[in-house]
């Protein structure tokens, strides 16, 4: 191989490599082996940019549903701990414009 191989990261990505010394390098190999490997490697990065990036802009997304999601979990285990024994009253959406109300006893898991 050109360049040592190293095992990747936990998420595939593969380990950067920094040449210290460029001449030395050159000099045991052809040039154009070594451009091609440092394009193949940038192309690698670039695309571990470009996939994080989106990963980042998913879960930006997503957090207002999280946030709303934990806060009302924690309001259900308030209401649990308050009364234990009591039937609760629940308005839920079932779809646009939608919405039912049901009631059912307190329980430990959602």
């Known amino acids: 191989h050109l360049f040592k191989k190293t095992p990747d990261t936990k998420r595939g990505i593969p380990e ?7 001449e ?30 989106a990963q980042r802009a998913s879960l930006k997304v997503k957090q207002p549903d999280i946030a709303a999601a934990l806060e009302t979990v924690n309001h259900l285990i308030a209401k649990r701990d308050s009364a234990p024994d009591a039937e609760a009253e629940y308005t839920y959406q079932l779809a646009e414009n939608i919405w039912a109300k049901a009631s059912a006893t307190q329980t430990t898991c959602v």
């Open 16 to 22: 950067a490599i920094f040449i210290e010394n460029v």
């Open 24 to 53: 030395a390098l050159c000099k045991t190999r052809k040039s154009t082996d070594v451009v091609s490997r440092l394009q193949e490697l940038h192309t690698k990065y670039q695309y571990m940019q470009s996939s994080i990036a």
